[in-house]
């Protein structure tokens, strides 16, 4: 038997309290590690000196892409600075398994609605609440989604998976069990690069890789709304059996910074392929982390599992909280247990979830009602198959988006930016759009668009912790203040002085502001001239000292130049004319 | 009338003989005389009378949606029905009301069908008896037929006549009652490991299990997802042919059912001649338990086939011995699987208690289940144990497998058909089969029908003759999967030839109050 239907297709009269189906139906090294790592600006990780390192070998270090790889931060960083006496070194092993839920109109196995934050139990088909009797029906929109996630992460696809039961009782699990793909999922073997940074100025990325064990199809469960008052649990199914990606990424991580830029990472994969909304903040990206630690060269140490971490912030800060409690409880002469453990946002510490059931037995079993998924290639794919009911992975490969790793090396060679700032660039959400905008509509320099983007402009949103889309300048009036700026017309004082203005979001065009505040560079050579010369007139001591050969003295002449003028003249200019009076 | 098959009685309501409506109202008396045989757990009499009123309006107009079109039905109560309680004898779904219909269902009332009701069973469809569910056992009509108590008024054994009824088999028990006592043309089964022909051999019908995914499961509340199929409980093998061709093909809502055309509609063709047929005999059925009445008919069946010009030839089924003990393993673990969702917050039972989510899930499943789906959901469970996996289910898996390739070897070696036994002997009275308890009754009933069904294989019991006592006795053909056409085919040649006689219940009829009166006397007494 092979792969037959999606979900329902076509009206029927059995569909009718149900919603229509909205989808076309159907061990590296170990890692060293002393301090946890410090915390993170950005979104990509920092590697501060002697704070965090592993010796699993950056990927493509012979490729040119990569600057400054300097050959100190391939060093074991922990020898920069003198162990204590006494001090052991630990290496902590990290590995990821991620939920992202799969954008899709509708459920993996029903035809009911996936939204986020609907009226409770209000997207929920017969299948969902598993009412005797119905059966699962394939979505074929998710069946894609996982294979375009799996060749964007390098993944082998499998022609064959198979679906599984798991099975346990949990209130928001109506079946009793999650059909899932334990023993042969749809992608295996892929790899995900990511970049951390490093070096005095954390100005150079070093690519890492994390192999992909695997990505599933499963279902999600729904949510249980615990009542403590009236000590009642209340279900909401909407969430029940919506598709999820199962990413299980394997324990080449070692600290934080290194998890939460490879999720990172992931999560921009995700969207640029729009597989995933992967917004943590709406669960749609989850994550939990298994850490061990030990010593270099010996066993794995007893690894625990934390769960709830639902911000890449939280998700950095648990991993290293976590390796430093495993590590101080075994200096204590402690043990690890084998747990499962949640992190507490606001104490910032991990705690034992205490399972009182101890180990589960999911008691996996085959799910009877899916025949095996089977994917076709171009060469296996068979003579006037109906498009409708086979899946082309090389027709969905030839569909793949630009992927981020693309999109940066892009911006590298078109605009000649850094790397890592490419990589802020598509950190932050909304900023590559931004920044495109205005590169298109000014005539400034990229490098200088680059700059004042990634300077001026982000650091005023995270100043205000705003967004980019919530930012008071728009990219047009970015765009004509750096027109302003090209053609001399202002200082770059005087733009940042515009740039300010704009901030107060009061309507007014950077062109407005200018001669509304006079911010113009004088431009007439005479009156420049004529202003130089009684400074100079006004100070003969200074005069003097630049006649004795201190160069610091001129600046001090400019200074005064710049002031009588208001800021309004070019620097550039004034020296020239100072230099010239003074014959220098 | 209403001893007529449906094909008959369906040209009957074609050429105006009888109306709808009237044939719904002789139904309905029929059942409501015999309800001391505990057939229907519901009888949805308001329903079947308005879809009889649509019906005699069809035609009236000449819009008959055809062979179906006011044809009274019965529904075995483990499928859905939406609006129609939907219980599977369990106090678990007492009370469960179905939003929807199964596949099935819609089926037959989009061609114009009438439901009578809802069909009693073993509990889950767990049984061989239809003595296992909460609504009490269901009396096999034969129990009350001329033939039957004729001998045993030769029979200077047998005395207390009333507590001496004889079980009509099961799971499908109600269903098969409900169709050889006239208050259906047809009635749906289920048939996991033998459920719907098991019940039709006591009960003197044809029973068919289709192709595993050839007829739609969805809304069939699952034993075993990978065997179920819906069952069809006829008074003759036309008639099974008319519903198959109404309930076979695709479902979009079961991934199951396959998509290769298949003729339809089942129209059999009367064969002529069978001398181009094979009919295997697997020499593995003949077991030490075996009736000898049985295998007398048997023999005499084969020798049928024989005289007519078919070549018929022993054939081996090597793994047959394992089958029962592999069944066992993966029924129950699909059980234990399938059984997971009834913990009382959706739908169905909820105990009253509150402590704890934990403590409300025990106490609903140890009140909702009886011992036999309490039973088979342990061992399901200890079969699915990470330690217990390899030994349990994937060596039972590889014997599924074998048993399979047995079957299918046979059929390339150039059998077209199997003949084997359907049950070890006729209906035994229901306090014979109390003796044993429901598992050794079902590793015995099912001994020569679940590796059908382990093997996906479309098969038949078709009743062959009486036996000394004047029970029915039926024999089973097994065919190639999705050959369905081609069993029914030879089942009808068959059947033609064995003028298998017509229950004759009409002392039931005229008796009826009389059984009646005797009831209400017993139920007094245990009063007093």
Request: proline residues 5%.
């Amino acid at each position: 038997m092979h792969f037959r239907n999606y979900a329902s297709q076509g009206a029927s009269r059995h569909s009718e309290a149900e919603s229509p189906d909205q989808d076309s139906g159907v061990t590296m090294a170990a890692p060293m590690l002393r301090w946890g790592c410090r915390g993170r600006r950005w979104a990509f990780a920092r590697v501060d000196g002697g704070s965090c390192h592993r010796r699993g070998a950056p990927t493509g270090s012979t490729s040119n892409r990569i600057r400054g790889q300097s050959s100190v931060a391939q060093q074991p960083l922990h020898t920069a600075q003198k162990p204590r006496k006494g001090e052991h070194k630990w290496a902590a092993v990290v590995g990821l398994e991620i939920h992202a839920q799969i954008s899709s109109n509708s459920k993996l196995f029903s035809g009911s609605q996936v939204r986020f934050s609907a009226p409770p139990n209000s997207l929920v088909s017969f299948f969902d609440a598993s009412l005797p009797g119905t059966l699962p029906v394939l979505n074929r929109r998710c069946v894609e989604a996982a294979v375009m996630t799996g060749l964007a992460l390098n993944c082998h696809i499998n022609k064959k998976s198979l679906f599984d039961r798991k099975h346990y009782f949990y209130a928001d699990l109506p079946a009793g069990y999650q059909i899932t793909q334990q023993r042969l999922p749809i992608a295996v073997n892929g790899s995900l690069i990511y970049g951390v940074c490093a070096g005095k100025k954390q100005s150079q990325v070093i690519p890492k890789m994390v192999r992909i064990k695997q990505i599933q199809l499963e279902q999600d469960s729904g949510k249980s709304l615990h009542d403590d008052l009236r000590s009642q649990t209340l279900i909401d199914l909407n969430r029940a059996g919506v598709g999820l990606l199962e990413v299980v990424l394997e324990p080449d991580m070692s600290c934080g910074e290194e998890a939460a830029t490879a999720v990172r990472e992931l999560q921009l994969i995700l969207q640029a392929l729009g597989t995933s909304q992967a917004n943590m903040a709406e669960g749609q990206l989850r994550v939990d982390a298994n850490i061990s630690v030990h010593h270099p060269g010996e066993p794995l140490g007893v690894r625990t599992e934390v769960k709830n971490l639902n911000s890449i912030r939280f998700l950095a800060k648990a991993i290293d909280y976590e390796i430093q409690r495993q590590i101080n409880e075994l200096e204590n002469g402690g043990e690890i247990l084998n747990e499962t453990r949640s992190f507490h946002q606001k104490l910032g510490c991990t705690m034992s979830m205490r399972d009182k059931e101890g180990k589960q037995d999911y008691r996996f079993m085959p799910e009877p009602n899916l025949p095996p998924l089977v994917l076709y290639d171009a060469t296996s794919l068979p003579a006037g198959a109906d498009p409708q009911q086979v899946i082309n992975i090389d027709q969905i490969r030839e569909t793949l988006p630009e992927l981020p790793s693309v999109t940066r090396e892009k911006l590298v060679q078109q605009y000649g930016m850094l790397l890592e700032h490419s990589f802020t660039l598509l950190n932050e959400v909304g900023l590559l759009e931004f920044f495109q905008n205005v590169i298109k509509e000014t005539r400034a320099e990229p490098k200088k668009v680059t700059s004042w983007v990634l300077n001026t402009f982000l650091g005023y949103l995270k100043q205000q912790n705003l967004a980019v889309s919530e930012s008071p300048v728009t990219p047009s009036a970015l765009a004509e203040l750096l027109d302003l700026l090209d053609s001399r017309t202002i200082s770059s004082s005087a733009a940042k002085q515009v740039f300010k203005e704009l901030w107060k979001r009061e309507g007014k065009t950077p062109g407005q502001i200018v001669s509304e505040k006079q911010l113009e560079l004088m431009q007439d050579q005479g009156a420049l001239e004529q202003l130089c010369h009684s400074v100079m007139e006004a100070h003969p001591q200074v005069v003097m000292d630049v006649k004795k050969g201190n160069p610091r003295a001129v600046n001090k002449l400019i200074g005064l130049v710049r002031k009588a003028t208001q800021s309004r003249a070019d620097p550039v200019m004034i020296k020239e004319i100072l230099e010239k009076k003074m014959s220098l | 009338m209403l001893g007529r098959t449906l094909r008959e009685v369906s040209a009957a309501l074609k050429q105006g003989q009888i109306t709808p409506t009237e044939l719904c109202q002789k139904c309905l008396s029929l059942i409501k005389k015999t309800k001391f045989l505990n057939a229907y757990i519901t009888v949805s009499e308001e329903v079947a009378l308005k879809q009889a009123e649509e019906s005699e309006k069809r035609y009236k107009n000449g819009q008959s949606l055809g062979d179906l079109d006011g044809i009274p039905i019965a529904v075995k109560d483990n499928f859905s029905t939406s609006g129609i309680e939907t219980t599977c004898a369990s106090n678990m779904l007492k009370g469960y009301i179905p939003p929807y219909n199964a596949t099935v269902v819609q089926k037959l009332l989009d061609q114009g069908a009438l439901l009578m009701g809802k069909t009693n069973l073993d509990e889950f469809a767990m049984g061989s008896g239809s003595t296992d569910g909460v609504f009490g056992p269901v009396k096999n009509p034969w129990s009350y037929s001329k033939q039957y108590r004729e001998k045993r008024k030769q029979n200077p054994h047998s005395k207390n006549e009333d507590s001496d009824w004889l079980i009509t088999g099961g799971s499908s028990g109600g269903s098969a009652a409900a169709v050889s006592a006239f208050t259906c043309y047809a009635a749906l089964g289920s048939d996991t490991g033998g459920s719907t022909r098991n019940p039709a051999a006591h009960c003197g019908l044809v029973g068919f299990k289709p192709s595993y995914g050839l007829v739609s499961r969805h809304g069939l509340i699952p034993l075993v997802n990978s065997m179920d199929v819906p069952g069809i409980l006829t008074r003759c093998v036309d008639d099974a042919a008319i519903v198959l061709g109404a309930l076979a093909g695709p479902d979009p809502r079961d991934s199951t059912t396959v998509h290769d055309p298949i003729n339809k509609p089942f129209m059999l063709p009367s064969l002529a001649d069978v001398s181009k047929l094979c009919i295997g005999i697997p020499k593995e059925y003949l077991v030490p338990e075996l009736s000898s009445e049985v295998q007398s008919l048997w023999s005499k069946a084969a020798d049928l086939f024989e005289s007519e010009g078919a070549k018929v030839i022993e054939v081996s089924l090597p793994h047959t011995s394992y089958s029962i003990v592999c069944y066992h393993v993966l029924c129950t673990s699909e059980v234990a699987s399938n059984m997971a969702r009834f913990d009382g917050l959706q739908y169905g039972h909820r105990c009253d208690i509150d402590v704890s989510t934990e403590a409300m899930y025990a106490a609903t499943r140890r009140e909702g289940f009886n011992d036999v789906v309490r039973g088979r959901i342990l061992s399901g469970n200890y079969f699915l144990l990470k330690e217990n996996y390899e030994n349990y289910f994937v060596k039972a898996q590889k014997v599924r497998r074998l048993i399979a390739n047995d079957f299918v070897n046979v059929f390339n070696s150039g059998v077209d058909v199997l003949l084997t036994p359907t049950t070890l002997s006729e209906a035994v009275p229901y306090l014979e089969f109390i003796k044993e308890d429901n598992r050794t009754r079902s590793s015995q009933d099912d001994i020569f029908t679940q590796a059908v069904n382990m093997a996906g294989l479309p098969a038949v019991s078709i009743p062959v003759a009486l036996s000394n006592q004047g029970l029915p006795i039926g024999l089973q053909f097994i065919g190639r999967a999705f050959c369905d056409q081609q069993l029914l085919t030879v089942a009808k040649w068959f059947e033609k030839q064995v003028e298998f006689p017509v229950i004759q219940l009409q002392e039931l009829m005229d008796d009826c109050s009389a059984v009646l009166e005797n009831e209400k006397l017993a139920s007094v007494s245990l009063k007093q």
